[in-house]
Structure formats: structure tokens, C-alpha cells
């Protein structure tokens, strides 16, 4: 090969090309009409005007995959900064990394920025993406950067936490809280600056301190819009200054943006905490504590009969029903190694008759002792030990979110014991239980995730590729669609995730199934083998809904607050045409009442109009209207929530209909 030759891989196929050739280049040169925006090389996202050396494997990044929309959107993310920059010079940079459908960045600034600075801001994003200014990067030592960033404080800070390699996310350097409270490591083991450059002069415009990469030009952002504004702790401590976090999206079209801000509409009808305050079925009294619900009667009665159609399901299925109490001493914590692991997000201990007491933040501790607590055989085994056990759980204020992320919340919570050679199989029959279930609550679009072993991890590596086997086994025969995130499970275990979409598109993480071979060691727990040698059991964790309060919360919205028949808090309303007709309701109320519907007559002055009105909004699956005629023929009038109406239906075959729905769990 001539010394200014390179030889590299492109797309899977070998390529030479000139020395100096860069990545945008070289993809050019195979795809002319391909617009890539970065590359993959070796394994690396790079900006297209990274210059390749001998032996590179390279693959074109187009915007619209999951990487071109990270960088998409990491890219709008500095244009924001540099916009809020031009119009508020005093500004100091945070960070600014993308997030799911959109990106934020943080600023020190004097007062917070209003609506009207949002649309100043926006306006003059607009004119730096329609500047084309190119996106440039530079290799810089620690003390240069500290010169450059003289007057950026924060910026400053990040310079010496550089060295935390990881994902590229926030375009800084260091280890920062994520959108939702989590650790994310960004930066890399060198130090870069980016620069935005006049597309014609080459003249600096902008620049900072990132990891990147980033879209060749400012152009090639087709789509973006600022969002809102909120408070956020510097690096997510209480304790650092609050900053100003500008959120915004951006997407690869304007439709695709146009479908995207249609469903946050949507998204904003069904707001749970909205639609629990309408239909009166929870709340979170100021005098109780952040993160705290109290359920009101309606919501009450949805939550119970969640509960017990899964602790029905759940006996058919051979699980065990126990209890435990909601705080233990320390030591408990200490075994299980949970105050090592997870001390700052548990509420501070009690001292009670000199021991430490904690409020619990998981359930499995006390099972292990459940199933320590007497000799267990193999012939016991599995052993499925299930409880809605209430975990106390200190989130931060910036991230708690009605009932989807609160900081008490009650579990359902189920650890298997079992035998190695009996991991498959049970993993199997586990995960097709939770995809039933599920189904039964009306979610009906799945997809998991297998997360596998950590570069840091505990335990030996026979035992990880075992459970992993067992978890892929399981995945294989479910049907699934499913994704493998390689070196995504926990420190001590590998797991499967099961996500639903909901009735607008949107993914929750909802189950979780985990092969945990260091607790039982941890406690020591055993049984007795066949051949009557004792053997540690394998112990899997297996949350279902993930939290009682979450999935009431996933629910409501899902069906906007119009639940099936089975789970409406009101089934039916009898609605007379006058007063008259009340009596006549009632005894049709009192045989529905026979068969365990929830019935209620409305008795109220308000107009027949307004009590159907009355009805819809609170999305009542039934009304049984009833007048002269209806009464004569020993008939209703049977109205539907959507509106549409049967008259003259006979009594008899009205409560059939009713109850056969109920029964039936039919998603009306």
C-alpha cells in the first residue's frame, strides 16, 4: 500500500482512498446521494470531518436513527446556548445535553428567562441555524481550557472531572445528574472544545467546552422549538446554585416535530394528576409531603380492583401471599448491602431503643428471611413469594412526578427461589405471566430490553453467562421483539425490562425480571438437594406493574381517565327522565347491585341533559335512562359513554350486557 493510500472499511466493504481523507468524505465517495450527518468509526461517533487512518471501519449515521438524533438534538442544544449568550452576555453556561424527544441547557442568570425572552430566544436560534455556522472541534490541553473559560465557573469545574468516560449526553465534561435524576457520565479522556465558525470567514462565533460530535453545520437542523422553562440545581445538589433550564425539541422534519407536538397535546388531556383531580380519584395534600398520594373513594376503588385481579391471577399461578412491616433496623440493610449502595436516595434512619431504624426501600430483604426463616427442601422449590409491600424511597424534589415518580409507593413486589437447573424454564413461564397480565389491563404493544453484565460487576462470570442464557432463553420463547443492551444490567445482576406503548404511542418501562445470585450468598440461605447436599438457590426479582401508584398512573392516561367497564369507579348511572322514575331506576340499580356493579341513580335537581352531561364527564362507561314508556315496557333507554344510545332495551338484557362487559373485561 503507496504511503499516502489508506485502506478502510466502509459499510462492510474494503475501500482505499487518499491519506487525510475524512469520514464525510469517504462516505461521499460510496453514496453520493446518502446525506449522513456524523459516522461510526471503529465503534465511535465521529463528525464527519474526522480524518481516518488505515484499518477504519466506518458506517454512515443518518439523522433520523437513534444516534443522528442524539446528535441532532445535542447540536440544537448549542445553539441554544448561543443564542441565550448573544441576547444575555451575563449568562454562565451549564450543561446541555439531549434528553428523550428534546434537549435542555442550564444557566446562571440574574432573573428567570420569561415566555417572551423564549420567543426572543428561539427567533435568534433561528437566524444562527439559517447562518449555516460550521461546527468545529478542537483538541485542547486543561490549562488552555481553563484560559478560554476564564468567565465560565461552571464550565471551569467540569475541566478537571474530564476523565469520566461515557456516552456522549451533555456536550461537558464530567459526571452530571440526567433529566431525571440519574448519574450521567459524560466527557471523555481528552479535552475538546467546539467552535461555531461563520461558514464564510471562519470567523469564531461561539464556542464550548463538549465532547461532541455534532452536526457538520448549523443548517442542518431542520426542525426544533423551544418548550418551557424550570429551576434546576447545579450538578442535581440541593446545596449548589439554582440555574435556569431551557428545554426545547427537535426533530428530523417538520412533520415528524408537527406529530410530535401533537401528541404532547394529547399527552397534556391525559395528564393523570390533571384527570385524578377531575374525576376525584387522588390527590397530594402539601400537609402530607411531596411525592406523597392519598387516594380518594373513586380512586380507591380502581386501585382495589387492580389488586385483586392480580392477587387472583397471581394465586392461580402458584405464588405465595406475605407481609412485611414498613421499616427495619439497620443490620438488615447492612447484609444486604442496600446502605452501601443506595444510602442517599433512602429517608434518614430513626433512633429507636438505641438501633438504627430504616423505612424500607425495597421488599426482598424481608423475603430472604421469609425463606430463611425454617429449612427449605428442593422439592419446596420454586418457592414464589408475592406481596404489594409499600417502599419509602427519598427522590429528589426536581423529579418527583404525581404517581409515576413518587417517594412512597407500594410494590408488587414477588422473589422466586429456585434451583439452577430450574432458571429457564421459570423465567419463561414468569415473563409469559407478566405479558398476560398485562394484557388482561388492556396494554397490548410490548418490547424488552435484556440488559447484560456491567464492565464493573460482582460475582463470577460463569454465573452471569448462565443467567443471561436463562433470560435470553426465556425472551426467545416469549416471542417478544426484543433489543440486547450490552453492559447495561446492574453491578450484581442481568435482567430483562418489559416496556408497553400506550394508547398515543408513547413507551413506559414497566416489568422487570432479574436473576439475583449474590443476596442469597449475601444471607446465606440454602436447601437441600436430592442427593442431600445443601446448595444456594438462584433468586429472582420480579416486579409486575413496578409500583401500584405508577401503573394506576400509566392506566389513567392510557385511556385518558375512561376506564373499561370492569375498572370505572362508577359502572353505570341511572339517569330518570323525572322525578317520577326514580323509584323505578333504583330497583333496576338494586339487581345490577346483585351481580357486584357499581351503580348509582341520580337523584339531583340538575336537568336530564345535565345529569348525562354530568355522566360523561366522568367518563361512566353505562347510563340507563328511564321515563314513561321505558317504565310501561319494563325497559331502559341504554346510553354509552361515547354517546351512542339504544332505546327500549329490556331490563333483563341490559344488566346482561353490562355484566357480561365487566366479567369479560371488554376495553370499551
Known amino acids: 500500500m503507496p504511503a499516502d493510500k489508506l485502506r478502510i472499511t466502509l459499510a462492510g466493504s474494503e475501500l482505499v482512498v487518499e491519506e487525510g481523507t475524512t469520514a464525510g468524505l469517504a462516505l461521499a465517495e460510496r453514496d453520493p446521494a446518502a446525506k449522513p450527518i456524523a459516522a461510526r468509526v471503529n465503534g465511535q461517533l465521529r463528525d464527519l470531518a474526522w480524518s481516518l487512518a488505515d484499518g477504519d471501519r466506518v458506517e454512515p449515521v443518518a439523522i433520523d436513527s437513534a444516534d443522528g438524533l442524539t446528535i441532532l438534538r445535542h447540536s440544537t442544544a448549542h445553539v441554544l446556548a448561543q443564542a441565550v449568550q448573544d441576547l444575555f452576555p451575563q449568562a454562565k453556561l451549564g450543561i446541555g445535553p439531549p434528553i428523550e424527544n428534546g434537549f435542555y441547557y442550564d444557566f446562571d442568570v440574574p432573573e428567570a428567562f420569561t415566555p417572551e425572552d423564549l420567543k426572543k430566544i428561539e427567533q435568534q436560534m433561528r437566524q444562527i441555524v439559517k447562518q449555516g455556522q460550521l461546527f468545529s472541534r478542537r483538541v485542547v490541553s486543561d490549562d488552555d481550557a481553563r484560559l478560554e473559560l476564564a468567565d465560565e ?72 422549538k423551544l418548550m ?41 388531556k391525559r395528564d393523570h394528576r390533571k384527570l385524578g383531580a377531575e374525576l376525584d380519584l387522588f390527590s397530594f395534600p402539601t400537609e402530607i409531603g411531596s411525592g406523597l398520594v392519598v387516594f380518594h373513594p373513586k380512586g380507591g376503588v380502581i386501585r382495589k380492583a387492580l389488586e ?36 442517599e436516595g433512602m429517608y434518614p434512619p430513626m433512633e429507636l431503643e438505641g438501633a438504627k431504624y430504616y423505612l424500607k426501600p ?26 404489594f409491600g409499600t417502599v419509602y424511597r427519598y427522590e429528589k424534589s426536581g423529579v418527583v412526578h404525581g404517581l409515576t415518580r413518587a417517594r412512597g409507593f407500594t410494590q408488587d413486589d414477588a422473589h422466586i427461589f429456585c434451583t439452577p437447573d430450574q432458571l429457564q424454564d421459570e423465567l419463561a413461564s414468569l415473563l409469559d405471566f407478566v405479558v398476560g397480565l398485562l394484557r388482561d389491563y388492556g396494554l397490548t404493544e410490548f418490547e424488552a430490553e435484556l440488559s447484560t453484565r456491567p464492565e464493573k460487576f460482582v460475582g463470577d ?26 453492559g447495561e ?100 340499580a338494586t339487581r345490577l347491585r346483585e351481580h357486584g356493579i357499581r351503580v348509582e341513580v341520580d337523584a339531583s335537581d340538575d336537568r336530564m341533559q345535565k345529569k348525562i352531561r354530568n355522566a360523561q364527564r366522568q367518563k361512566v362507561p353505562y347510563m340507563l335512562l328511564a321515563g314513561e314508556d321505558d317504565v310501561a315496557a319494563g325497559a331502559v333507554s341504554f346510553r354509552y359513554r361515547n354517546g351512542e344510545q339504544k332505546n327500549g332495551v329490556p331490563v333483563v338484557d341490559a344488566i346482561a350486557e353490562i355484566t357480561g362487559a365487566v366479567a369479560s373485561r371488554v376495553q370499551v
Not at 426533530?251 to 410530535?260: I, T, V
Open 153 to 224: 465557573p461552571y464550565k471551569l469545574e467540569l475541566i478537571g472531572l474530564k476523565g469520566s468516560a461515557g456516552p456522549d449526553g451533555s456536550g461537558d465534561g464530567g459526571v452530571v445528574p440526567g433529566d431525571s435524576g440519574e448519574s450521567v457520565e459524560v466527557g471523555g479522556p481528552e479535552l475538546t472544545i467546539y467552535d461555531n465558525l461563520d461558514a464564510s470567514s471562519r470567523e469564531l462565533r461561539w464556542k464550548d467546552l463538549c465532547r461532541g460530535p455534532h452536526l457538520p453545520t448549523t443548517r442542518q437542523i431542520p426542525a426544533f
Open 228 to 268: 418551557r422553562t424550570g429551576g434546576a440545581y447545579w450538578r442535581g445538589n440541593e446545596k449548589n446554585p439554582q440555574l435556569q433550564r431551557i428545554y426545547g425539541t427537535a426533530w428530523p422534519s417538520r412533520e415528524a416535530q408537527d406529530e410530535h407536538l401533537r401528541m404532547l397535546e394529547e399527552a397534556e
Open 308 to 343: 385483586d385481579y392480580s392477587r387472583q391471577r397471581h394465586e392461580q399461578a402458584g405464588y405465595q401471599f406475605v407481609n412485611t412491616p414498613h421499616l427495619t433496623k439497620s443490620s438488615l440493610f447492612e447484609t444486604s448491602g442496600h446502605l452501601e449502595w443506595y444510602a
Open 362 to 387: 425495597m421488599n426482598c430483604p424481608m423475603h430472604i428471611l421469609i425463606y430463611a426463616a425454617r429449612g427449605r427442601s428442593y422439592r419446596e422449590l420454586p418457592l414464589r413469594l408475592f406481596e
Open 461 to 486: 462470570i460463569p454465573d452471569w453467562d448462565t443467567a443471561e442464557a436463562a433470560l435470553k432463553y426465556a425472551l426467545d420463547k416469549s416471542g417478544l421483539s426484543y433489543v440486547i443492551a450490552e
Open 489 to 588: 444490567g446492574a453491578f450484581y445482576a442481568p435482567k430483562i425490562d418489559v416496556h408497553v406503548k400506550d394508547a398515543i404511542g408513547r413507551r413506559w418501562q414497566l416489568s422487570t425480571l432479574q436473576v439475583d445470585f449474590q443476596e442469597p450468598g449475601r444471607f446465606g440461605i440454602e436447601y437441600q438437594a436430592a442427593d442431600g447436599s445443601r446448595q444456594r438457590p438462584y433468586m429472582i426479582h420480579r416486579a409486575l406493574f413496578g409500583s401500584i401508584e405508577r401503573f394506576f398512573g400509566i392506566l389513567t392516561e392510557h385511556y385518558a381517565g375512561a376506564f373499561p367497564p370492569w375498572l370505572a369507579p362508577v359502572q353505570v348511572v341511572g339517569i330518570p327522565i323525572s322525578d317520577a322514575h326514580v323509584d323505578y331506576l333504583e330497583t333496576v
